[in-house]
């Protein structure tokens, strides 16, 4: 492919329209893949009963489709950050449609692993999310989104919290009616929709300025290139493997701090979103049904959670903001699991304990994106994202090991779930302090010459 010189070339110019618009899309697109993905933990006990699978069994098979999960979404990040991040999204959201339509057909536990490893594209979809809005969020002219681009894509990432009560509200209506089966069908058709309204977006300026970057280098076109990058205040790097990029000088301490908190933070997740229903169901004796219920109203107060913390990151220390909140809902859950007896009490305490794990996540996906240079920001946050699959990995195993030596799944989930939160909290303090909604130069750059 040839390109043309770089004076007579200029980037997408996002509008507040654009911004806007990718903002609505991207919100939407993140409660469809949140339902599809949690439906299949929601729906677990429903599918355990068809197929005979007891809780260890049910365990199992969740700790296997995370590594499958693992290993498409760490994938995801290294082809968006060189086929674009537009497309990057659209495969997400495609892969969520693809993943939801299969799960209907599943026969054995063989075939449901390899479709819901496909699960791992829409699960990347908040880390491309958090890639593409955190670009355009810093190009756009729009004074009140460069004041607010944290508290606007803590709505954005709000969609989890949904996206768990979609879920939970559409089983518990049409369950009786449609079965399990039919309640994955239902994700497959809104997911097909987004595919063609994210047609429609803008390409982000700074991967196409870093794409043609590239390019010039690759056809030995170095005068263009040096160019292109002092128009743009870009630097041009030798090229690394994307993985080994983002651990390299200067980095490595971040990316590892950051690494581990994910990871064990996903103790929390899988414990007490992912496995919700069965930690309220066999641990606190509560019906399925009610168990929906207490979920349902745990994730309207963790929506709350997720402006909460991105309109506070806006003003402060994000990675404070996250260390303080994830060591507060590691107690809660706690003192949920150990001590809360009655409805009020377990209500109460799983919904303080997601309206910080959960709810710091509005802040969490945002510092990533910063955390990483144009050239690796989607491969740095879908990895980091992707760890969170090897920490349900992990956590699974210690939990099926615990249930299968007899332990109670209430010490289980107090170790593994309410241990793993508050224990990221800490490690999130060994990554880099930040500047809230500080402009790269590369951005100033880009923003001047769309003026």
Not at 42 to 49: D, F, I, N, R, S
Not at 361 to 369: E, H, I, K
Request: charged share 15%; aromatic share 12%; with cysteine.
């Amino acid at each position: 492919m040839t390109t043309t010189p770089a004076g007579s070339w200029k980037p997408n110019v996002i509008t507040p329209r654009n911004a806007r618009y990718a903002t609505v899309v991207a919100f939407f697109a993140w409660i469809f893949a949140v339902y599809d993905f949690v439906l299949f933990g929601t729906m677990l006990p429903e599918m355990a009963k068809d197929f005979g699978w007891d809780a260890a069994q049910s365990t199992a098979i969740n700790t296997w489709v995370s590594v499958g999960t693992f290993v498409v979404a760490i994938l995801l990040g290294v082809i968006a950050d060189r086929i674009g991040r537009r497309r990057g999204m659209m495969l997400t959201i495609g892969g969520t449609a693809v993943a939801s339509a299969a799960t209907a057909l599943t026969f054995n536990p063989a075939y449901l692993i390899g479709v819901r490893s496909v699960a791992g594209l829409g699960y990347s979809e908040q880390a491309i999310n958090a890639t593409y809005l955190n670009e355009i969020y810093d190009v756009t002219d729009d004074r009140f989104i460069k004041r607010n681009r944290g508290f606007l894509y803590s709505i954005v990432q709000g969609g989890w919290p949904v996206g768990v009560l979609l879920s939970a509200a559409l089983v518990a209506i049409f369950l009786p009616f449609v079965g399990w089966r039919g309640s994955f069908l239902i994700a497959t058709f809104p997911a097909i929709l987004l595919i063609f309204m994210r047609a429609r977006m803008k390409e982000t300026p700074q991967f196409q300025v870093h794409d043609r970057i590239r390019r010039f280098v690759k056809e030995g076109k170095a005068d263009e290139a040096a160019e292109l990058a002092a128009t743009y205040h870009v630097e041009i790097t030798p090229q690394r493997v994307p993985l080994a990029a983002i651990f390299a000088d200067g980095k490595f301490k971040n990316t590892l701090f950051l690494s581990l908190a994910f990871f064990f933070n996903w103790f929390g997740t899988l414990t007490f979103s992912i496995l919700g229903t069965t930690v309220l169901t066999e641990g606190k004796h509560v019906t399925f049904g009610n168990a929906l219920i207490i979920l349902i109203l745990s994730n309207l107060v963790a929506f709350v959670g997720y402006v909460f913390h991105g309109w506070l990151g806006d003003r402060f220390s994000r990675r404070n903001l996250i260390a303080i909140a994830w060591v507060l809902g590691g107690i809660s859950f706690a003192v949920m699991t150990t001590l809360a007896q009655g409805a009020v009490a377990v209500v109460l305490f799983m919904s303080i304990g997601l309206f910080f794990q959960i709810g710091a996540y509005s802040a969490l996906l945002y510092y990533m994106a910063d955390s990483f240079d144009t050239k690796t920001r989607a491969t740095g946050t879908t990895f980091v994202n992707s760890l969170g699959q090897i920490g349900a990995v992990v956590g699974g195993v210690i939990i099926t090991s615990m249930l299968s030596a007899g332990t109670d799944i209430t010490i289980a989930a107090l170790v593994v779930g309410a241990g793993g939160t508050a224990l990221s909290g800490l490690l999130m303090m060994g990554c880099r302090v930040d500047v809230p909604n500080a402009t790269r130069a590369e951005d100033e750059a880009l923003a001047k010459v769309a003026e």
